[in-house]
C-alpha cells in the first residue's frame, strides 16, 4: 500500500506561501537541489489543488526549466498528476506535461483506493487546501515539511482549516547547511 506525503516548504510562522501566493522567501541552495533530485523521483503521483497546478504547469515545462534543473522537470513533468479543482473544466495536456487526471471534488473512497494500489507514493506540493482537507479526512500518512528560517508575519497559513487537533509523531529530521530543517512525521494514532 502506498502512503500520501506532505511536502512543503514552512516558514518559522507555519506559512507555505505569501498572501499573493509568492514562494520568494524559500530558501534553496545547492544541498536543497540535491536533496530535490533524489527525492523528486521516488513521487508515483503528484497530488495538486487549482492554484499550485497552474504555477506547476506555468514552469516545468519550459525549456529553462528542463535546462536548469533537468532531473525534478523531468519526474514532475512525467508523473502521473491528479488536479483537485472545482472551477477547471478542462486540462490541456503537452507532449512535456502529461498523465493528469482532474477531480472536481475529493471522494475518500476513491482515495482509498489509489492508496491500496502497488507503486510509489504520492505527495501533495503545495496545494494548502487540499493539505487541509485531506488532514481532515484522515488521508495523510507523512508530513513532510522543510522549516525555512525566516518569518513572514503574514501568509497562506499550512493548517488553517483543519477542524480537530491531531498529534503527530516525529520520525526523522534532517539538517541543512543554510538553516533550513527537514521534520518528517506520521500521525498518532
Same mark, same amino acid.
Not at 507555505?16 to 501566493?21: I, K, Q, T, V
Not at 494500489?117 to 496545494?127: A, E, H, N, P
Not at 533550513?180 to 512525521?185: G, T
Given at each position: 500500500m502506498r502512503k500520501i506525503i506532505v511536502f512543503n516548504l514552512i516558514s518559522l510562522d507555519g506559512f507555505?506561501?505569501?498572501?499573493? =501566493?509568492d514562494i520568494d522567501w524559500h530558501n534553496t541552495d545547492e544541498e536543497f537541489a540535491q536533496f530535490?533530485?533524489?527525492?523528486?523521483? *521516488? !513521487? =508515483?503521483?503528484?497530488? !495538486?489543488g487549482r492554484v499550485t497546478y497552474d504555477i506547476m504547469a506555468s514552469?516545468?515545462?519550459t525549456k529553462d526549466a528542463i535546462k536548469?534543473?533537468?532531473i525534478v522537470a523531468?519526474?514532475?513533468n512525467t508523473t502521473p498528476k491528479i488536479v483537485f479543482s472545482k472551477s477547471l473544466k478542462k486540462i490541456t495536456e503537452t507532449p512535456v506535461w502529461k498523465n493528469i487526471s482532474l477531480f472536481n471534488k475529493i471522494i475518500p473512497e476513491e482515495i482509498i483506493k $489509489?492508496?491500496?494500489? *502497488? =507503486?510509489?507514493?504520492? /505527495?501533495? @506540493?503545495?496545494? =494548502?487546501t487540499i493539505v487541509q482537507? !485531506? *488532514?481532515n479526512l484522515g488521508l495523510i500518512d507523512e508530513y513532510r515539511l522543510l522549516l525555512n528560517p525566516v518569518v513572514l508575519g503574514s501568509g497562506k497559513p499550512m493548517f488553517n482549516d483543519v477542524k480537530k487537533t491531531f498529534k503527530l509523531k516525529l520520525i526523522s529530521t534532517r539538517k541543512f547547511k543554510n538553516g533550513? /530543517? $527537514? @521534520?518528517?512525521?506520521v500521525p498518532k494514532h
Open positions: 507555505y506561501a505569501r498572501e499573493n =501566493g530535490a533530485n533524489e527525492q523528486t523521483p *521516488t !513521487f =508515483g503521483i503528484l497530488i !495538486f514552469y516545468w515545462p536548469d534543473d533537468p523531468n519526474a514532475l $489509489l492508496k491500496k494500489q *502497488t =507503486g510509489k507514493d504520492m /505527495v501533495i @506540493l503545495g496545494s =494548502g482537507q !485531506f *488532514t533550513n /530543517v $527537514l @521534520l518528517c512525521y
